[in-house]
């Protein structure tokens, strides 16, 4: 069993201002987001948006681990570009951390599930934007306040709880991971 401990970092982009690479590469740049191939990340909407999940809304769009902007210039392009689109006021934010166990070099693959499990237990469903639940068959143990990227922010502020129609390009996904 490990103790899995991060140091979560995290940038604000105006999702307007991921067009191209090179604008969203300043903003990592900005944030020292230097992160490898062990890390994950959890993208989120900012106030006053939220997504309406299953049992209560979350700002939260997506889960994932890998090679950080590697991935990330790749959910730019395939839904983060075309969500600021529809919402052109979007703000993202990335929740970013590098997981090294000693003797585990795919801890990051176990602490991505284990994120998407949790927020679905308190969400209802995976993210937005996840495709599936990930496995493993290991027990982690976690420093206090580590899944504070995936909990909502206490007080006022989102004033905006959105579900995909039918005709979004999202909907498909919303539909995935629903715990009905």
Known sequence: MAKISAKWNCVRVPACDTVSWRSTKAWLEKADAKIGDHSIYVIRTTKPFAISYEKKASPVLYI???NFSERLRSHIKNWI????????????????????????????????????????????????????????????????????PIQSERGKGYLWAMRPLISNMAYPASLKGALI
């Open 64 to 66: 994932g681990e890998g």
């Open 81 to 148: 570009y075309p969500l600021a689109r529809d919402l052109p006021n979007l703000t993202v934010e990335i929740y970013f951390a590098e997981i090294r166990v000693k003797n585990n070099p795919t801890a990051h693959r176990d602490v991505e599930a284990d994120l998407i499990w949790e927020f679905s237990d308190r969400f209802g469903s995976v993210p937005l934007m996840n495709r599936q639940f990930e496995y493993h068959d290991r027990y982690h143990s976690y420093e206090r306040g580590f899944f504070k």
